[in-house]
């Protein structure tokens, strides 16, 4: 009797233990994150967002069926990314894992794939191995959020030129907090602010930026605007874009950006330091590459950089067809490396560029960091270690493919071609204003700016999609309708507007790192059968032993 009551009370306090403890974890949220990387440990500025959800957002996950084992793990791991989602936000995440091609009719699953592409999905076409050769397998790695009405599609799998397939879906893994954290805010945020296109000085016109402008309106009030001299018809905005200015700004005109930058504002440069066109040097097969000046190298050099007036030539570059004969009445074109359109492998760290596709660049000028102390001045792009500088004015002609080029001409190191500035800049006009404007407290000049950021790039056209003039039509920023491919054009300068105007500390999740722990083939190969055995015969050694010792131990109890 005395140990059925002890073991009764033993019973009813630990229920009691197990009851109290779930009442304090309803009033104490606590997850714990056991992997050596924190791999789910969301950032603070996602776990915010996801607190502030007023509804519920329903994502479609394209990801299921009998996928290959790298795509499985792509998988599982967004769920389970989605799940830490759906627990922070009090289960306003929820989701759904669809296979698109789950239809055995092909017209059917035809259809679901053209809906899919048509909201934006891309797909993976995989050559899969059999026992009868191999076949080819479409997959859908995407999904599509929903809230309040209102959708947005992204993709999971993130490509890489040249990169190793278990290296993508590793650094697609990375992504995945910044990217799903992206789609919700675009979804449920408030508007990130307001971005000004400068224009009034040759820049990039309207449709020129439209793909990039109708990005940024997902998240952002986005205007054009010309500054005309007036004093404060920068107030407002929050960043400054200006792309590929072709004429000289005046000193009113530089004043007023110069101050938008002191008092806090953010800019984002795209600045063409030789003049270059591919349009004449497709009608002449001749051009030539001058000096740009837009008046803006004070400017600069005041906040710590100066664009040089010179070209890059990369051996890594964009290939672009040349007419290289006649095939009856058709010209016959082949694909060569243009040396003047740099292709830029990111290779920093940094969340803007970290895992970024290749970006295509054209007439790229090279760029100095200089003076501005106080200023952290970070790299975010550069050239390959096959670089060649020349000086404008230079002869641009297409005769330079004739022949191989001297790998020895190409021997410059890297070249930096966007920088990224923080901190507290010095104004160009310090010392330089008559006492009536520098006093004046309706103008309020500054001399000292507040801690800001700008980003400057020596490229006016990494910003311009290609256009249909025929029929006004613009294509994606990121298509090459050359060589049929996606760059990274886009995503790279949607980061530099998201880290620049990026209040909440969202970007900082694309700075998370997973180890990528590959296993060694040749060893599995070679050590397989051991462990086959050793798996196998392993358990039953074991269950055989724990049943003599059970036996031992009886047996000892019981002849006593």
């Not at 990801?63 to 967004?78: C, V």
Request: glycine share 6%; proline share 5%; aromatic share 10%.
């Amino acid at each position: 009797m005395k140990n059925k009551k002890r073991d009764i009370i033993q019973l009813l306090l630990g229920l009691a233990i197990v009851v109290l403890i779930n009442f304090i974890a309803s009033f104490a949220f606590e997850r714990f994150d056991l992997t050596s990387e924190n791999r789910y440990s969301l950032t603070d500025a996602t776990k915010q967002m996801l607190q502030n959800l007023d509804d519920v957002v329903f994502v479609r996950v394209y990801l299921e069926g009998n996928l290959p084992a790298g795509f499985k793990r792509l998988r599982d791991e967004t769920k389970e990314m989605l799940d830490e989602f759906r627990a922070y936000s009090k289960n306003n995440v929820e989701y759904q894992f669809i296979n698109p091609s789950e239809s055995p009719d092909k017209k059917t699953r035809n259809e679901v794939y053209q809906r899919l592409y048509e909201q934006g999905l891309m797909p993976t076409d995989l050559e899969v191995k059999t026992e009868d050769g191999s076949s080819n397998k479409i997959i859908w790695p995407g999904a599509i959020f929903s809230f309040k009405g209102k959708e947005s599609t992204m993709q999971l799998l993130k490509s890489q030129m040249g990169s190793h397939p278990e290296v993508m879906l590793n650094n697609s893994i990375q992504q995945l907090e910044y990217e799903i954290s992206s789609s919700i805010q675009k979804l449920s945020g408030e508007v990130g602010g307001k971005i000004a296109f400068i224009e009034g000085h040759s820049e990039l016109n309207e449709i020129e930026v439209a793909d990039i402008t109708k990005s940024l309106k997902e998240t952002y009030v986005v205007e054009r605007v010309k500054i005309d001299g007036l004093l404060n018809v920068l107030d407002g905005y929050k960043a400054i874009v200006i792309a590929k200015p072709d004429s000289a700004f005046d000193e009113k005109d530089k004043f007023i950006i110069d101050q938008f930058i002191m008092k806090g504002g953010k800019a984002l440069w795209l600045l063409d330091a030789v003049h270059a066109e591919m349009d004449s040097l497709q009608r002449k097969n001749l051009t030539m590459g001058i000096a740009n000046p837009v008046n803006l190298d004070d400017m600069l050099f005041k906040y710590g950089v100066r664009v040089n007036p010179n070209l890059i030539m990369d051996l890594r570059s964009l290939p672009i067809p040349i007419v290289t004969g006649m095939i009856g009445n058709q010209p016959k074109q082949e694909f060569f490396p243009w040396y003047f359109f740099p292709l830029i492998m990111s290779e920093e760290s940094h969340p803007i560029v970290k895992n970024l596709e290749a970006i295509k660049t054209q007439f790229v000028s090279s760029i100095d960091t200089v003076g501005g102390k106080g200023i952290r001045k970070t790299i975010l792009l550069k050239s390959s270690n096959y670089t060649k500088l020349v000086n404008a004015p230079t002869r641009i002609s297409f005769n330079i493919l004739r022949k191989p080029p001297d790998e020895k001409q190409y021997s410059h190191p890297p070249q930096v071609i966007a920088v990224l500035l923080e901190g507290e800049f010095n104004s160009v006009f310090t010392n330089r204003i008559p006492p009536q404007i520098s006093d004046s407290k309706g103008i309020g000049f500054r001399e000292k700016s507040k801690p800001t950021k700008q980003i400057v790039i020596s490229d006016g056209d990494i910003i311009r999609n290609n256009v249909n003039r025929t029929t006004n039509q613009y294509y994606p920023l990121e298509y090459d309708r050359y060589t049929d491919k996606f760059y990274g054009n886009k995503d790279f300068l949607l980061n530099c507007i998201n880290y620049l105007c990026d209040d909440s500390g969202l970007i900082a999740a694309r700075a998370k790192e997973f180890k990528l722990r590959m296993l060694d083939l040749q060893k599995v190969k070679k050590e397989r059968p051991r462990w086959q055995m050793l798996n196998t015969v392993a358990p039953i050694l074991l269950i055989l032993l724990f049943g003599l010792v059970q036996y031992y131990l009886r047996k000892r109890k019981f002849e006593k």
